[in-house]
């Protein structure tokens, strides 16, 4: 269950003192929080969380501000940045939960696609201000999209559960000597 793998990231990170913004994309927030809450997983982390909810309904943690999918590309950016700048830090690391279903609904038209990785993936990369997480459900789109989302990711990992583990493989990598490397987390079971 990938909430594990969300709620051990938030755990570490809340332990390094690193402040976290996620952004929710989709509602996929609250089903994330909602499977969490199933499999007996503390969602403290999530209630407290800032969060930027792009489209959805539903309110899952703190949410600091909204932005409408509905609108073109440059608004939804300029309406992002905006409620970014409610979040008074040097550094952040952003969660983003969700961007697997608006990477499908904008890959049929090319273009679109184009716009999206234009507006809202390019400007960010290389920002040393932030580290950005993006979990992705990559059975959600086709694998040309999947290669194309792949080449603006400097650190691509594949996930895999498997008894009481999860196993993180690196499959993209700045550096030639972490390709291949594998990562274990073991969880206990709740």
């Given at each position: ?142 694998e040309r999209t999947r290669k194309e989302f792949r080449e603006h990711a400097s650190r ?35």
């Amino acid at each position: 269950m990938v909430g594990i793998l969300l709620y051990r990231l938030l755990r570490c990170l809340q332990k390094n003192g690193l402040p976290v913004i996620i952004v929710d994309e989709l509602d996929q927030l609250h089903i994330f929080r909602a499977q969490m809450k199933l499999a007996g997983i503390d969602t403290g982390l999530i209630d407290g969380a800032n969060v930027i909810k792009i489209g959805g309904l539903l309110k899952t943690g703190n949410v600091l501000g909204k932005v409408d999918l509905s609108k073109e590309f440059p608004i939804r950016k300029k309406h992002y940045e905006e409620v970014l700048e409610k979040v008074n830090a040097d550094y952040t690391v952003r969660i983003v939960l969700g961007f697997d279903k608006v990477l499908a609904m904008h890959e049929e038209e090319r273009k679109d696609l184009e716009s999206l990785f234009g507006y809202m993936i390019r400007p960010y990369l290389g920002d040393e201000s932030r580290t950005t997480v993006y979990f992705i459900n990559t059975e959600l789109f086709s694998e040309r999209t999947r290669k194309e989302f792949r080449e603006h990711a400097s650190r691509v990992f594949k996930v895999r559960f498997e008894d009481d583990r999860i196993k993180l493989k690196i499959i993209k990598s700045p550096s030639l000597s972490e390709y291949g490397k594998r990562i274990e987390i073991k969880v206990k079971n709740t």
